[in-house]
Every structure is written in structure tokens, then in C-alpha cells.
């Protein structure tokens, strides 16, 4: 982690909770992006993290949006940006349901538009800051305040979605490995137009996990292969270092789901379809990789 800056941009001031994950992403995330940066902030638990002004935790610009604006918001801002000279990094620091719900239509308008600046969507695979109701990013079978029998359906793919707006940069990131989020936000943000990152956040209040069991969470999300570590550059698909090790030998999906609360009274049919997901994105990814 040598080449990580010592800058700190996350002030030891913030409301978390104890053993969030999506503050310790903004570390990096800001570490990778320095100091001439705007971050755009809709309704999320970060809104909330942040602290209340002018004592805020957040050591770089920031601007609290509404819900489903955060994309067209920053759209506004590059361009006021650019007009006016200058690279600041504008990046929308978003959460699922921000994302993958009430903000994707304005997120589809950027990215159409080929609006300069990085999305970030930080995912904890539910409504966070508003008591842990399901989104679109809810996997089947977990439990939230809106599902207590465990939810029926299965997540949105966001990132089948994000690619097909053919974004220069896309790739997906976890808590867990620092220096892979910390290298892919640095990539994204030399490349022109707009650019993804989809960061899977275990989060122990809503996940019903011990708050320090957080990392060992997200590195069980991507060895289960629940999660796979990924970027695509132009179309062209690299699979991370440490999914190539998860795809090869994978650990059983249960390593990852029987530590959780909110699975528990998952079915086994519930199960087998998280495992058809999971064997259905390995054998795509890999395909197209190779």
C-alpha cells in the first residue's frame, strides 16, 4: 500500500457506525482523487456520515442533492467546470437506492450525454439510511425491514445496465481491497466522459454481522464469488487479480451467507438461485475474458 498517499480527506470526526465500510471507501476514494475534488452526495447514509456543518467530516467540497438528482446535478457542474478551465473531479458518491432506483434515470441522461465526471455507487444492498428497506440491489433471500420473510426477487443488474450506455471506464470494487478501489478510481478519473464504479459496502447494522467481521465480509463476498472484481476499459473486460483466484476455487456460498442475520430462513431454493446467478456471472465474465 506504498503508493497510497498519506493525505487524509475523512476527517476521525464522522457519525458511522461502528464498522462502516462506506466511510473507509471514501478514504480511499478521496486519497485516489486529492484535494480538487467536489463530491455530489444524494440521500444516503453519507449524507448522514458526514456530520453536521461547519464541523463536517468531509475535508473537500461537498454537495448534499436530492435523492434523484445527483447525476443531473453533476452534469450541471463538470460542465460549469470545464466552461470555466478548470479539471476539478466531480464525483457523485451515491448509495443503491440512489442508484439502482430513484436516481437512474438521471444517471442514464449523464452518461448519455457523456457528462465528464465518475459515479461511485456504494452498495450495501439496501435503503441504509433509512432503516435497511430492500432496493433493487437486495440480493433474494435477505431480509430488511420491507421483506422480513426474506426477499423474493432477485437484484438488478446495474453494471449489464451502466455498460450499455458504453462508458469509457467501468469496473466494480469492494471495501475489503483498498488498493484495487484506490487504483481503479485513479484510472477512471484520467479517462475522458463518464466513468462507473460499483463498490460492494458490507454494512454490520443492516447485515446483521459484527462490526468487526466488516472486511472479512466483503473478502468472503468476492471468494464465494458473490461478488466479482472487475473493470472494462473501452469494452474491454479485465477480471481482477483476486476474482481469478475466487473463480478457480471457489469457497462455498455459505462461508458468506451463515454469518449474516438477515439471511437467516433463507430457503434452500433461494440458495440454489443465488448459486445459478453466481455460476451464470462466472461462466459470462470468463467467456468474454478470454
Known amino acids: 500500500?506504498?503508493?497510497?498517499?498519506?493525505?487524509?480527506?475523512?476527517?476521525?470526526?464522522?457519525?458511522?457506525?461502528?464498522?462502516?465500510?462506506?466511510?473507509?471507501?471514501?478514504?480511499?476514494?478521496?486519497?485516489?482523487?486529492?484535494?480538487?475534488?467536489?463530491?455530489?452526495i444524494p440521500a444516503c447514509c453519507t449524507s448522514v456520515i458526514q456530520g453536521m456543518y461547519p464541523r463536517t467530516a468531509v475535508n473537500v467540497p461537498v454537495y448534499n442533492i436530492a435523492f434523484a438528482a445527483a447525476a443531473a446535478c453533476a452534469s450541471g457542474m463538470s460542465a460549469a467546470f470545464r466552461a470555466l478551465g478548470k479539471k476539478t473531479n466531480v464525483i457523485v458518491y451515491?448509495?443503491?437506492?440512489?442508484?439502482?432506483?430513484?436516481?437512474?434515470?438521471?444517471?442514464?441522461?449523464?452518461?448519455?450525454?457523456?457528462?465528464?465526471?465518475?459515479?461511485?455507487?456504494?452498495?450495501n444492498e439496501a435503503y441504509g439510511n433509512t432503516g435497511m428497506q430492500r432496493s433493487g440491489a437486495t440480493p433474494v433471500g435477505a431480509r430488511t425491514t420491507t421483506t422480513p420473510a426474506g426477499k423474493a426477487h432477485s437484484r438488478k443488474?446495474?453494471?449489464?445496465?451502466?455498460?450499455?450506455?458504453?462508458?469509457?471506464?467501468?469496473?466494480?470494487?469492494?471495501?475489503?481491497?483498498?488498493?484495487?478501489?484506490?487504483?481503479?478510481?485513479?484510472?477512471?478519473?484520467?479517462?475522458?466522459?463518464?466513468?462507473?464504479i460499483h463498490i460492494l459496502a458490507?454494512?454490520?447494522?443492516?447485515?446483521?454481522?459484527?462490526p468487526g467481521k466488516t472486511i472479512e465480509m466483503?473478502?468472503?463476498?468476492?471468494?464465494?464469488?458473490?461478488?466479482?472484481?472487475?473493470?472494462?476499459?473501452?469494452?474491454?473486460?479485465?477480471?481482477?487479480?483476486?476474482?481469478?483466484?475466487a473463480m478457480a476455487t471457489p469457497l462455498p456460498l455459505a462461508d458468506y451467507l451463515s454469518p449474516q442475520g438477515r439471511f437467516?430462513?433463507?430457503?434452500?431454493?433461494?440458495?440454489?438461485e443465488l448459486e445459478r446467478e453466481i455460476a451464470a456471472r462466472r461462466e459470462r465474465l470468463l467467456r468474454e475474458a478470454a
Open 1 to 40: 500500500m506504498a503508493e497510497i498517499p498519506k493525505e487524509e480527506y475523512i476527517l476521525p470526526t464522522t457519525s458511522a457506525c461502528a464498522g462502516c465500510s462506506s466511510s473507509l471507501c471514501l478514504r480511499y476514494i478521496l486519497k485516489a482523487s486529492g484535494p480538487d475534488t467536489v463530491l455530489v
Open 94 to 123: 451515491a448509495g443503491d437506492g440512489g442508484t439502482v432506483d430513484i436516481g437512474l434515470q438521471s444517471l442514464s441522461g449523464a452518461f448519455e450525454r457523456e457528462t465528464d465526471f465518475l459515479y461511485l455507487c456504494y452498495d
Open 157 to 196: 443488474d446495474i453494471e449489464q445496465i451502466v455498460e450499455a450506455h458504453r462508458p469509457p471506464y467501468l469496473a466494480t470494487a469492494c471495501s475489503a481491497y483498498p488498493t484495487d478501489l484506490f487504483s481503479k478510481v485513479k484510472k477512471a478519473l484520467t479517462l475522458p466522459g463518464s466513468t462507473f
Open 202 to 210: 458490507p454494512c454490520p447494522t443492516g447485515w446483521k454481522f459484527p
Open 218 to 245: 466483503g473478502k468472503l463476498a468476492v471468494k464465494t464469488g458473490m461478488w466479482v472484481l472487475y473493470e472494462r476499459e473501452y469494452g474491454k473486460l479485465a477480471i481482477s487479480a483476486p476474482s481469478k483466484a
Open 264 to 272: 437467516k430462513g433463507i430457503t434452500p431454493d433461494q440458495v440454489q
